[in-house]
């Protein structure tokens, strides 16, 4: 099976593992608005999680859930982070924001009973040693929370209106909370269940993680509206400091090239069984959306 046609395979598998989760859960307008959140995108973060089990002899069916569930943390960061009070974007993945099609209270809503929905499909039994599935649970409260996404955004609220801009080091330290914390949790989801040495997946993770952002920032400067489905030079606009602005285009592009390079490097001693997972850093660096 190719590269897209494995992440495919992926998108089908979480869609529906997410679909049968909310199909009980009635049709209010806060669990339409989840549905609507959780439908399509990349589902990266879930490959990682399938992939990362399955080098460490973790079936599909064993790891879906925690799949599903980084998906569901995911998507709860998406609507909050498209909030008025936060980035105030009126579009995502080529479709109005929660905030927009619904209200704010109903995105506020659904984006907090989605978090919930995460650890809620984290519980569920599915073959793995207790400790490891709490182990999953603790890191993910970990990843999500003021160590990790939220402290992100934080930092990133913090930057728009702060008089000196971010350095290098500080954009990266940004990056790491804000988008990095979730990647890492979603690659190194597969040793913990399998109560194996997660050093490889997260320094493979931690490489990913900020090639993933320095793409989405060349995206914002350079992309198209129609291929992103988001809106495109707001950096710029905003005025914020990205990998784009302090490296410069060619730069970032070196930049996200060497770090594809470290992910495929930290992936070394798994030999041809991690292609899946050298293919998908490289699909990172080479997406149009």
């Known amino acids: 099976m190719s590269f897209p046609d494995r992440l495919a395979a992926v998108q089908r598998m ?3 593992r ?7 859960m009635g049709d ?5 608005a989840m549905r609507y959140a959780v439908t399509g995108g990349k589902r990266l973060r879930a490959f990682l ?7 460490h002899g973790i079936a599909d069916h064993q790891s879906l859930d925690a799949a599903a569930a980084i998906e569901a943390m995911h998507a709860y960061s998406l609507v909050h982070d498209d909030l008025p009070c936060m980035d105030d974007d009126d579009m995502r993945r080529g479709q109005p924001t929660v905030h927009v099609k619904w209200d704010e209270a109903t995105a506020v809503l659904a984006g907090d009973a989605l978090q919930a929905l995460a650890f809620d499909l984290l519980t569920h039994p599915s073959g793995v040693a207790e400790r490891a599935q709490l182990a999953l649970v603790a890191g993910m409260a970990h990843a999500a929370g003021a160590m990790g996404m939220v402290l992100g955004q934080a930092l990133d609220i913090a930057a728009e209106t702060a008089v000196t801009p971010l350095t290098l080091s500080e954009v ?4 790491q909370g804000k988008t990095g914390a979730l990647i890492n949790w979603a690659a190194t989801a597969g040793p913990v269940m399998a109560l194996a040495d997660p050093g490889p997946m997260r320094r493979y993770a931690t490489a990913l993680g900020l090639a993933f952002q320095i793409a989405d920032d060349i995206l914002d400067a350079t992309g198209d509206e129609a291929k992103t489905g988001k809106r495109v030079g707001k950096d710029a606009g905003a005025g914020k400091a990205t990998f784009v602005s302090l490296l410069g285009l060619e730069g970032a592009q070196s930049r996200a090239r060497a770090l594809v390079a470290e992910a495929e490097a930290a992936l070394a001693g798994y030999g041809d069984r991690a292609a899946y997972l050298v293919a998908a850093a490289r699909f990172v660096i080479a997406r149009e959306m």
Do not use: N
């Open 28 to 32: 209010e307008p806060v669990v339409q």
């Open 172 to 175: 990266e330290r940004l990056q």
């Open 49 to 55: 999680v399938l992939e990362g089990a399955a080098l």
């Open 14 to 16: 979480v869609e529906e």
């Open 18 to 24: 997410l679909d049968h989760r909310l199909a009980g």
